[in-house]
Each structure stands twice: as C-alpha cells, then as structure tokens.
C-alpha cells in the first residue's frame, strides 16, 4: 500500500465514521440476540443491497411467490429512498423492525450479506440468490486479496448459513464454491432478475421509456452503466462514482444517454443530470432500464451478462483496464471473449455509436457464443424454478 493510500486510510473523517459505525453494530447485534430468542413467523424477509434498491432477483422471486405462497408474509428491507412493494412491510435497515424480522422470519432472501451479527437461526431457511455473474475476480479468488481475517471469518461464517445459492450458469456453479467458500447446494436455474427480459412487451418497453421522460420511440437510449473501483473512495471511506464520460458530451443525432451508477456508490451519488444526460441511477429496477436501452456502455460490471440477454449491441469504456486486471484480476480472457468493442475514451465511443450496425456485425460470432457460454437458462422462468425448489409447501 502506498504512502498516500494509507494516509487516506487513516483519514480522521473515515476513522471517525468507522467508528460510529462499529458502535451501531455493537448496539443491533445486542438487541438481534434478543430477538433471536422469539419463535419464528410465517414471513419472508427480502432484502437487496442493505434496501437500497427493491429490485434484483429477491424482486422477481417475491413477485413469483405472491400467487405461488399467498400463505406467506412478505417484508422488504428498506432504505432513506426506497419503499416496500405495495402490500408488503417495509423495514428500514438496521432498525429494531429489521432486527426482529431478521431474526424471525421463516425464510430470508438476499443478494448480498447480512450483517456481521447475523445468525441463522434453528429452522430458517436462506436463500442467496448472490448479483452476478464475475468478470471480475471475487472473495477468496482475488489474487492481491487485502481483506482482513474478520472480514474472511464473517463471509464464512455467512457461507455456512446459505441453504441455497442460485447460480445463472455452469460458469458460476464452478466459480461460486471457491470464491465464497460454499459447499451447500447450488440451484443453476439462470437469474430471476432476468425473466422479464424474455416476457416483456414492447408496450411495456415504451412505458418505461415514458417513464424516465424518453417519449419518443425514434430515439436511441445510450445505457452507461459502470461498476465501482477498489481503488477509489471519497474523504469519507465510501466508493467514489464512476463516470469517464463528459457529462455535457454531444452524442450522435437521435442519442440520448441515460446514466446508471452502482448500488455500492450510492453514498457518494449526487442526483441530478447534465444536459445531456438522464441520472437513472435512483430507477428502482435496472431491468427495465436493460429493456428501455437500445446500447449498452459498461466496463467489469456483471450489468454485460444479463444485458446480452437482450441480444442488443454493447460496448466497454475501460481506460482503466491495465490497473483494473492487475489488482482485482480476471476469471478468464476477457478482451478475447467480449461481445462487444474495448474502447478507451470518448472519441472511440462516439464513434461505435455512429456505427452501431458494423459493430453488431463485427462482434455476431463473439455475442452468440457469449450467450450460449452465460445465458443458456434466461428463459423467463428461472424464479419459478427456483421457487419449486425452495418455497414449496411443507418446507
């Protein structure tokens, strides 16, 4: 670690907040052991980013078990600028409503990690329906890995506690075990959160359109969708936002870019947009933004596996790229797999963009053989497999 790295390490602002946040750990975990004591309801507790978003494939599993289990409680986990499904309880994170339902809940779905205090308790069933397919390496797999004992005891220990862990593709099924230390089982149903890309109308596609002020169905909506750096934080210990693009750029004549920044940037967001472009980053769900989109621009973000599902064109900003594979690395030869050009600036995205059909052609073979490779099982009903194997009565 560099000089300056570790002086932004130590920063008072971020020890400051580290502390405040390992004071609130203690005070929840006290009062989760409590309510762990309590006999366990009928309820599913759906949770997707710590709240922050509603959506994912804990979204398109409840949706599923709504006619499939009526029978059952549904609570989300919510954020400041989330809510709840209609319908449904909404808990915000971390709160004493989020503790007891963490703790009695009959059957907790997740995208993420629980807290370091989370314990399974007698009973409970987990399901972990993880947010991706890795380009990326990941936990135990990355080969520069700085992260703490504590931090490998508590995903371990959160490991153990996973009844299921839903895998998109045989890809996965062999890259999961290793990288999160798992040996449960693994149900390779392809991602929920994918379904709708095989239903969705096109009625639907302009509704969502319309919704994020893009009437219009002429114009082609740019989807610039990046993932977050290791590497880069604020002054207050969150990941910085990523955005390589000139806010104010002039795309090609019938463009229009929408911008939608990563779940663990949030902290760091700021809402707004620049002239030309729609910050669709607080959109509750980024599948209809898969749908609404005509071209994708993303770097390492797992955005790239479920937006090939559409067979629409995509294209990879990553003027980071040398630094980015050396120090989180790789799960396999990305420039000689990618279904779409690996550009470096805004010059050569500009001009992708003006000839989006010679890209689609240049890249047919690579973009068919990246969907067969990753997204054989996105057939629109991967939360109904999933359901039959985890939700059925008697369980």
Known sequence: MSKLARLKKFAPMRVLGAAKRRAAIKVRSAQYQ??????????????????????????????????????????WVTAPATKAPEGTTGVAFGSPAYLRALATSKYLVNNSNFPPYFR???????????????????????????LTKSYLDTMDREAKAWDFLISPNAFCTEVFPSCFGYTGQILETGYPRNDKLSTATAAERQRIRESIGVSDP???????????????RTATGNWQSVFYLDENMELPAGFKLIYRGHSNTHEAHKDGAGERFIDVTRYPNITDLYLAADVLITDYSSVMFDYTVTGKPIIFLTPDLERYRAERGFYFDFEAEAPGPILNNQDEILAALQNLDEVSRNYQDKYRNWQLKFDAHEDGKAASRVINRVFAEGK
């Not at 409840?62 to 549904?74: C, E, M, T, V």
């Not at 329906?129 to 700085?146: A, F, Q």
């Not at 002429?218 to 977050?228: E, N, Q, R």
């Open 218 to 232: 002429s114009v082609s909506l740019v989807m610039y969708a990046p993932t977050w750096r290791d590497y880069s």
């Open 120 to 146: 399974k308790a007698a009973g409970q069933v987990y399901l972990q329906t993880w947010h991706g397919t890795p380009l990326k390496r990941l936990g135990r797999d990355i080969l520069s890995n700085n």
């Open 34 to 75: 409590l309510d762990l004591r309590r006999p366990l309801v009928n309820a599913v507790l759906f949770e997707s980013f710590q709240g922050k978003v509603i959506g994912d494939s804990p979204f398109d599993i409840y949706l599923g078990l709504k006619s499939a289990r009526p029978d059952l409680q549904f609570i």
